[in-house]
């Protein structure tokens, strides 16, 4: 048996999917819909159950042998405030989560976020030297990735633990996100209802390492059968512009265009300004996976967006 919390959300339903490919649909989906349409992405999904986030640290003894939890659940808004919510949702959760696994010898397999890097200063490489978390939903992170470096012991333990720091993922099934969903979902929406984009002044000089989702699956795929250990960069280690994106999606729509505005002040002081991932220790694993470039992923994002409203649907 698979357990994927977060499994009704954005990498998480990518990631069932990418499973039921490789033969796998014993799968528990583990996420909390509340009030969002985050049912709609498990339609084409193939699990044996589903389980509200809260409901499962109680069910979680009770289950048969599980080989592997892949844990994607989290509160994923870099602007929630409440930072006490923030670490018990996301820090003392995937604790009791690792040690189940350590104790019962299952495989882990969880969600980190490049956003640990902060300004990126001293650069993105997965040390501690490099790491400083400039708001309270980089910091469950962080204070998580430097837990497991604490707890898990290679030599002692005989379970797979590998955390993987998400760079900036865009791709299907982000349509619950709401305002943290990726530029290109956002792009697609004002194209449709405004006849343009919008992008930030000086977008043209803001750089980010963004992931196309199927690549985010391939890292995943490799983690899940090579057994490898660690935190892991999940990017493509090349930066490109918000305004790169723009121009992109521009050519991409053929009747859209571009409108810059202000840059807002709640993200002065909390903005990432630049992300590339060093993907040194990944590819010294042995992953040697071909990304695809922002235009090829675009490409593909903008097709399934115009075609499904870019849910899987099939």
Sequence with gaps: MIIVTGGAGFIGSNL?????????????????????????NMNRLQFADYVEKDDFLGLLPTLPKVSTIFHQGACSATTERDASYLMRNNFEYSKTLLHHCLANQIDFIYASSASVYGNGDHGFVEMPACEYPLNGYAFSKFIFDNYVRRVFNPEKHNSQVAGLRYFNVYGYQENHKGSMASV???????????????????????????????????????????????????????????????????????????????????????????????????????????????????????????????????
């Excluded at 490919?21 to 583990?30: C, D």
């Design 16 to 40: 069932v999917k990418s499973l039921n490919a490789q033969g796998f649909t014993n799968i528990i989906i583990v996420d909390h819909l509340g009030t969002s349409d985050k049912y709609l």
């Design 184 to 314: 290109p979902f956002h792009f697609f929406n004002q194209a449709r209802d405004n006849g343009h984009i919008k992008v930030f002044e000086g977008s043209d000089t803001f750089l980010r390492d963004f992931i196309f989702i199927d690549d985010v699956m391939e890292v995943v795929k490799y983690l899940f059968q090579s057994g490898e250990s660690g935190i892991f960069n999940c990017g493509t280690g090349k930066a490109r512009s918000f305004m790169d994106m723009a121009h992109i999606f521009a050519s991409l729509h053929g009747s859209c265009s571009i409108e810059t505005i202000p840059f807002p002040d709640h993200l002065k002081g909390k903005y990432q300004a630049y992300t590339q991932a060093d993907m040194s220790a990944l590819m010294e694993t042995g992953f040697h996976g071909k990304f695809h470039s922002l235009e090829e992923g675009m490409r593909k994002y903008f097709e399934r967006l115009k075609e499904g409203n870019g849910y899987l649907y099939v």
